[in-house]
């Protein structure tokens, strides 16, 4: 079954969207925009516009994992078929037609279509189930090779007939070439007899009506004996057709009109083989547009940094770290951050009351939480942590912006009453509604009453929302009723200025005459102003401004909380490992020295066994013999003891710190590596180090000293050493793989790499082509296991694309 193409059917279960203008309010057309522009192919800009909201799990998850699996190829895999995705719909309806044909280029772009989607069939069958959802879109369709062969037998790579197309064509199209040659070798001969005669204009021969002419000057037209076919808009040039070459033009027009009716019999034959088989070039145009949808909002999904969130089967919304879309790309293009939002609701918890200053976010918030859940329902993933959480709502109801009409004397006030009268009317435990400057539009007296009725009917249907608001009596009725909850958007009171985050648990103070302050609004207003506010009002408008300078005050306190106590886990775990390496180091030298010591006491043993042996044979006494043995073992169990404990004591050693100069013979560490080498020769600021078989002259500045040179030690150097000079003025920052088998360009990417870290090169460039992905997936495969390599990725389109790659190494 194709899941995104059942979408429209599935949309007969859910019960209300509304208004019709939803998509316009949340912003969700801007998205399909987006995802239109991201579409290759008509056919995928088609499925752009039957986008609908769907409500059922199994339908939902199929299409929300498509995207996820799609968004994966994207960025891991292989470069996936992405050419020739052509719309061949109208030439399949002509070919449908008996009698009708198709031309050359039509049939160049089904084949082209056709080797796409073979290519796509191809590209999943090597994957075996690695992408299973989007895979079950070409299950049981067949690809047939032969309508791809029958097409290339007569179309060539560039759209025209093939000269071979059929036996007859092959001779036609032979006669009309040699007879051409022989009407242009005549034709030459009158044209240089002519110009000799200064009877011809500038141009040389010519083309008229499809027959070779002499472009003459009018005043001579008499000298020349043929057939006018046209004149230059001026009159003072006629196109002749010489008489001599009259009858062979004509045998040559007779063979083109052979030539054209044997090509359309060609064609027709051809349109008649595919007829059959339309049907089935219909499911491949069908599939294809279908994956260059998935394909669009993959796109879409990397360029928000979206994930699917964990689908919950109930009503549910639990949203973490979550972005707008649109708000996000347009700050990523000016180079600003958004504030992320944490949101849920649930089923002790269903309605959200926002309050707080003007400007400080609430609406976006609640338009996030909206577009957010509609994507998600129209097969979108959405800019949120992957481990959110969201259920499936039947309904989605908005009451956003203004919807004053003077065609239909609605006021705005009226607009907003008779969204709430369907809200009320057809919400259920099942319906997502959100509402934004609830009660706003009328006296607050009335208004602030009307909207908590309002809010009660809904709470007493069990419906999910958010409501953004002023309201005191709101934000008090929030507080006492069971399946409502307050919240607020932070406000920065020492600095006047909102924070943009959204916090549950207690609603939030306006802030109206702290903001009409900072504007310079005279004082003397602001404080008639007050005295018009009463006490309670006033008081608790007080009491929320306290204790969101208190929570932040807290909230300061955590953040330096926690980043002592990260500090202070890094610190351990550094200590940690410190304490590992030097145990394992420790053991090591233990080893190695009890190693030593027992190939000093072998070594012993058998220069005493030795002594035996002259002494056996100069006839000592056994008892003599006896005692020299016992000797000798005190002696080797007492050397046993002294090594063990001087190695040892050599562990427990205090680590110094070695100050010393560098000097010839020097062992020294380079810094940021864990490779040692000895000093060769130094030169001012420079020094040559021999690293194993290969010396550079690396700055002084990086080595550090670890062990004394030896006071005999003489200069040495590596049978390989290497001026990095000369090294960097032969090396470049490139390296071209093309054509190498794998192990070989592995091996010069391998040399490439090591020589570009050493020289210090920040950044690379790969050129290993695109082909069939196979050297790319290699190279990457190989960058990803190298420590040295800090980052790669394509390169610019224009500069070549995923042909190349460019490589930052932690330098």
């Not at 030539?259 to 069908?286: A, H, W």
């Not at 708000?327 to 849920?344: I, W």
Request: hydrophobic share 35%.
């Amino acid at each position: 079954m194709l899941w995104h193409t059942g979408v429209k059917s599935v949309a007969k279960k859910i019960n209300m969207i509304y208004p019709d203008t939803i998509e316009n309010k949340l912003e969700f057309d801007k998205i399909k925009e987006l995802t239109r522009q991201k579409c290759l192919s008509e056919m995928g800009v088609k499925y752009v516009g039957k986008i609908r909201f769907v409500n059922h799990f199994d339908v939902l998850e199929k299409m929300l994992l498509q995207v996820k699996e799609f968004k994966k190829i994207i960025t891991e895999d292989t470069p996936f078929p992405s050419e020739h995705y052509f719309n061949i719909e109208s030439y399949i309806r002509k070919a449908a037609i008996d009698g009708m044909f198709l031309n050359e280029e039509e049939f160049h772009q089904i084949r082209l279509l056709l080797q796409t989607f073979g290519q796509i069939k191809k590209y999943f069958e090597q994957r075996n189930g690695t992408y299973p959802q989007t895979e079950s879109i070409l299950a049981g369709i067949h690809f047939d090779t032969q309508l791809v062969k029958a097409i290339e037998k007569i179309i060539d790579d560039e759209g025209k007939m093939r000269p071979n197309a059929s036996p007859e064509l092959s001779k036609i199209s032979s006669k009309i070439g040699e007879k051409e040659k022989e009407v242009r070798s005549q034709m030459n001969k009158i044209f240089l007899k002519a110009g000799d005669n200064g009877w011809l204009a500038e141009s040389g021969i010519t083309i008229r009506d499809g027959r070779l002419v002499l472009p003459v000057l009018a005043e001579f037209k008499r000298n020349i004996s043929g057939f006018v076919h046209d004149e230059s808009a001026t009159g003072q040039t006629v196109f002749i057709e010489p008489t001599e070459i009259f009858e062979q033009n004509n045998f040559i027009r007779e063979l083109q009109l052979a030539y054209k009716r044997e090509r359309e019999r060609i064609l027709t034959e051809l349109t008649t083989f595919i007829r059959p088989s339309l049907s089935e070039m219909e499911k491949y145009l069908q599939r294809i547009g279908l994956i260059d949808f998935i394909r669009a909002k993959a796109l879409l999904a990397i360029d928000l940094k979206a994930e699917m969130p964990i689908l919950k089967k109930f009503c549910h919304l639990k949203l973490i770290e979550a972005y707008h879309p649109l708000l996000k790309l347009n700050h990523q293009k000016a180079g600003l951050t958004v504030v992320p939002l944490n949101m849920e609701l649930n089923s002790e918890k269903r309605i959200l009351v926002i309050s707080g200053p003007n400007a400080g976010g609430k609406s976006v918030c609640l338009k996030t939480a909206g577009l957010l859940q509609y994507m998600l329902q129209c097969g979108f993933l959405i800019p949120a942590q992957s481990h959110s959480e969201c259920g499936i709502f039947n309904d989605m109801m908005v009451d956003i912006g203004d919807e004053q009409s003077i065609e239909n004397d609605l006021s705005t006030y009226s607009s907003h009453l008779v969204h709430m009268k369907n809200f009320t009317q057809f919400a259920d435990s099942k319906s997502f509604f959100l509402i934004d400057e609830f009660g706003t539009g009328t006296d607050p007296q009335f208004g602030g009453p009307l909207a908590e009725a309002i809010l009660n009917q809904l709470n007493n249907k069990r419906a999910f929302g958010v409501v953004t608001t002023h309201y005191s009596n709101l934000k008090n009725f929030a507080a006492n009723t069971k399946g409502l909850e307050n919240a607020c958007m932070i406000f920065d009171h020492d600095k006047m200025s909102a924070t943009y985050i959204l916090e549950t648990g207690k609603p939030g103070s306006s802030y109206a005459f702290e903001i009409a302050a900072k504007t310079g609004l005279d004082k003397n207003i602001i404080d008639y102003a007050k005295s018009k506010v009463g006490d309670k009002q006033r008081k608790m408008d007080d009491i929320l401004i306290d204790l969101e300078k208190e929570k932040s005050h807290v909230l300061e306190l955590k953040k330096r909380f926690e980043e002592k106590e990260a500090r202070s886990k890094t610190l351990v775990e550094e200590y940690t490992k410190l304490k590992e390496e030097i145990e394992t180091n420790k053991n090591k030298l233990l080893r190695e020295a009890r190693q030593e010591a027992l190939s000093i006491i072998s070594e012993a043993n058998s220069r005493i066994e030795n002594t035996i042996r002259e002494i056996r044979e100069k006839k000592a006494e056994t008892e003599t013999i006896r005692t020299i043995r016992k000797d000798i073992k005190e002696k080797t169990e007492e050397l046993k003891t002294q090594t063990a404990e001087s190695a040892v004591k050599q562990l427990n050693k205090p680590a110094v710190k070695n100050t010393e100069e560098l000097l010839v013979g020097s062992s020294v560490r380079i810094s940021g590596q864990e490779n040692t080498g000895e000093i060769l020769e130094l030169k001012r600021n420079k020094a040559l180090v021999a690293l194993g078989e290969i010396s550079s002259w690396i700055d002084t500045d990086r080595l550090t000293p670890i062990i004394s040179p030896k006071k005999d030690s003489k200069k040495v150097f590596g049978t390989k050493g290497v001026d990095m000079n000369e090294k960097l003025k032969n090396f470049t920052s490139e390296i071209n793989l093309i054509g190498m088998r794998g192990d070989e360009a592995i091996g010069n990417l391998q040399q490439f790499l090591d020589d570009a870290f050493l020289l210090g090169f920040k950044q690379v460039k790969i050129i290993h082509g695109r082909g069939y992905g196979i050297l790319r997936k290699l190279v990457r495969e190989y960058l990803h296991k190298q420590k040295n390599v800090e980052h790669f990725e394509d390169e610019q389109l224009a500069s070549g694309g995923d042909a190349i790659t460019i490589v930052n190494l932690n330098i």
